[in-house]
């Protein structure tokens, strides 16, 4: 079955011409004009994943997902936005968003995109018992098998739950899996390239600011007053998970 898009775009040229692209690219596409239809679709007919518009007249994109997220739907969103700003984006991440473009975009850029969180939301192929194999980075401890252990944080992949100490951390499923990679490699430096393609499936180049965001975003939760900085920048290569 092909995999089902809704697509809210107020513009009707940019609305046309992306649900014939995604159409020619094999996805069933819903297309509609605004926020409150958009509801309406995802409510009806929950898609694999939503492309929204950030501005958009009535309801728009920010407060779709935002009501999506707050009614548990964890379907993966991607925003479209004219917003350059850092804090645009930041605005788009804090409601739920997992991935952006800036307009005006590159199609193919939508479709790695696509592709990435279709992926990371997935079910896994179920690998033979004999070929199974577990490999536990030195630089992680796990403490009785579902807990990762590093620099004061613990998480646990499976309930997709973390904690600094005692403070339980509200992550997005980007930032959790970002989060996730840099504790199973703690006292690694991780280059963008790696965390690009673990995290996002596509390296988008040294021009792309979505790593710095989500970094920034991510250190805005983890970060403590008075307490060490978890993750560290090291200029020109990457980032890496260490308590100093």
């Known amino acids: 079955m092909p995999q089902t898009v809704l697509l809210a775009e107020d513009d009707r040229a940019i609305r046309h011409a992306l649900e014939r692209a995604l159409t020619l690219e094999g996805y069933r ?6 926020g409150v239809e958009a509801l309406a679709h995802a409510h009806r007919t929950p898609p694999d994943v939503l492309v929204l518009d950030v501005m958009m007249p ?6 779709v997902c935002r009501v999506l ?11 479209l936005t004219a917003l350059v700003e850092t804090a645009d984006r930041i605005a788009g991440l804090d409601a739920g968003a997992d991935d ?3 307009k005006p975009f590159d199609v193919e850029e939508v479709f790695a995109r696509l592709r990435a969180l279709l992926r990371r939301t997935s079910p896994a192929p179920e690998t033979p018992v004999s070929e199974v194999r577990v490999d536990i980075p030195k630089q992680a401890s796990q ?6 252990e590093a620099a004061g944080l613990r998480m646990d992949p499976q309930a997709r739950r973390a904690w600094r100490g005692g403070r339980e951390l509200e992550l997005t499923r980007t930032e959790f899996e970002l ?3 840099l504790v199973r490699n703690a006292g690694i430096v991780l280059d963008h390239s790696t965390i690009y393609d673990r995290i996002w499936g596509y390296d988008f ?3 792309s600011k979505n790593l710095a965001v989500y970094v920034g975003y991510l250190r805005r939760k983890l970060d403590e007053p008075g307490a060490p900085q978890l993750i560290h920048t090291v200029r020109g290569v990457g980032y890496v998970l260490r308590e100093d």
């Open 29 to 34: 596409v819903t297309a509609v004009a605004d």
């Open 58 to 63: 009535g309801i728009d994109g920010l407060q």
């Open 100 to 102: 952006y473009v800036l």
């Open 205 to 207: 180049g040294p021009g």
């Open 143 to 148: 403490t009785p098998e579902r807990y990762l």
């Open 69 to 79: 997220r707050a009614e548990g739907d964890r379907t993966p969103i991607l925003m």
């Open 179 to 181: 989060l996730e990679l």
